[in-house]
């Protein structure tokens, strides 16, 4: 039985335990289009401003090549858009959510880097140390912004196995009849 | 799975696709091909210790370390007192005295030192056209940016610095910064004689 079986299923039988899956997939919707927000939002908040964070992915020494280093905080930006874009809308989600990973996990170490050399060299507690990490709100306590990536990892994950299906517009490029689900 | 990866390096490519195209096309995007910070090496992360003379704005060791990285290049900082002095100069209303603002258009309408002329170092190519001139007529130059451990003023000095004679050219260290914590006059919006370009 397929997915897409099994939640008519869910819907044609209340009150049984298969309702909390339908549920369930409704509070994926809703993380889908928070993160697909938030991917927006972050994104956005760069691309008014992609000297400013220029300066920014340049202090994590990710690149010693300039033209590599514009490269990464000229497309990061829009890409970071587009990806919110296709999360908001339900367009190949899977394959948004696994490159929304590619670029949250990565990103969150150096942070987690950049956080304990800042707490080492200030002889700060780490909780305490504070600067703006290039995320698009300013300065920020890291502590609190490791945490909602984590929080924003898991939802990308939970994405990833095929949960937020409903209101999609293509959920996924590849399989036949997932365009406009449910 | 295999679906799955082929999905994402679908949305990879189109994204990246999307995003050069829209960095082209944005009026504020980044040219690819510009080294931005001159071949400058990023400064290590420093215990702070405020300095007396900063206004709370720069710490000594930034200040110690913008000043040695300017000398390095011909240029000189100056502080909060000595921009004073120059901005009360009456040369300074003949332009013989100019004050340059680092900063983007929109920092320095939310507020900058009166008459001092705006030059965004990251889009320096609008505006050399209006600010060259000014800076061969004058005789000494004061630029400026946020203070602290902004890099714009230095690198716009930098710049500057290989069209005009360097020994005109100070950096004011404190920027915009210290300058409104000292209570000193602050100008909004756009400048009376705003170069022509921008």
């Not at chain 1, 000297?51 to 490269?71: A, W």
């Not at chain 2, 170092?121 to 056209?129: F, S, V």
Request: aromatic share 8%; proline share 4%.
């Amino acid at each position: 039985m397929d997915l897409q079986q099994q939640t008519k299923i869910e819907a044609i039988a209340p009150g049984s335990p298969v309702k909390r899956g339908c549920a369930s997939d409704w509070v994926a919707v809703a993380g889908r289009w928070v993160l697909g927000l938030v991917f927006i939002y972050m994104g956005v908040s760069k691309a008014l401003e992609p000297d400013e964070f220029l300066k920014l992915v340049r202090q994590y020494e990710l690149v010693s090549n300039f033209y590599l280093l514009n490269i990464l905080a000229a497309a990061l930006p829009w890409f970071e858009i587009f990806c919110g874009l296709l999360l908001l809308t339900g367009v190949a989600v899977r394959g948004a959510a696994l490159v929304s990973l590619g670029m949250l996990v990565p990103f969150s170490l150096l942070v987690l880097k950049r956080a304990l050399e800042v707490a080492s060299a200030k002889g700060l507690p780490f909780c305490v140390v504070k600067f703006d990490c290039g995320c698009g709100n300013g300065e920020v306590l890291i502590c609190s912004k490791l945490v909602e990536n984590l929080a924003l990892i898991l939802l990308s994950a939970w994405l990833l196995l095929g949960n937020g299906r409903r209101l999609a517009l293509r959920f996924s490029l590849f399989e036949r009849g997932q365009a406009g689900n449910y | 799975m295999r679906k799955v990866l082929l999905e994402a390096a679908a949305v990879a490519l189109v994204g990246a696709i999307i995003a050069f195209a829209a960095n082209a096309v944005s009026p504020r995007g980044l040219k690819l091909n510009r080294d931005y910070f001159r071949g400058q090496t990023i400064e290590p992360i420093a215990n702070p210790t405020p300095s007396p003379a900063s206004g709370g704005t720069g710490t000594k060791s930034e200040l110690e370390t913008l000043a040695a990285q300017l000398k390095a290049e011909g240029l000189q900082l100056i502080d909060g007192a000595r921009a004073r002095e120059l901005f009360d100069d009456a040369r300074r209303r003949q332009d013989e005295i100019i004050f340059i603002d680092a900063r983007n258009l929109e920092h320095y309408r939310e507020g900058h030192i009166p008459g001092a002329y705006q030059f965004d170092y990251y889009h320096y190519e609008d505006y050399l056209a209006a600010i060259v001139p000014l800076c061969q007529k004058a005789q000494q130059i004061v630029v400026y940016c946020t203070g602290g451990k902004c890099e714009d003023s230095r690198l716009a000095a930098k710049l500057l610095g290989d069209i005009v004679s360097k020994e005109k050219l100070m950096v004011y260290g404190g920027g915009i910064t210290e300058w409104t914590s000292k209570g000193l006059p602050v100008e909004k919006g756009e400048h009376t004689n705003a170069p022509a370009t921008k």
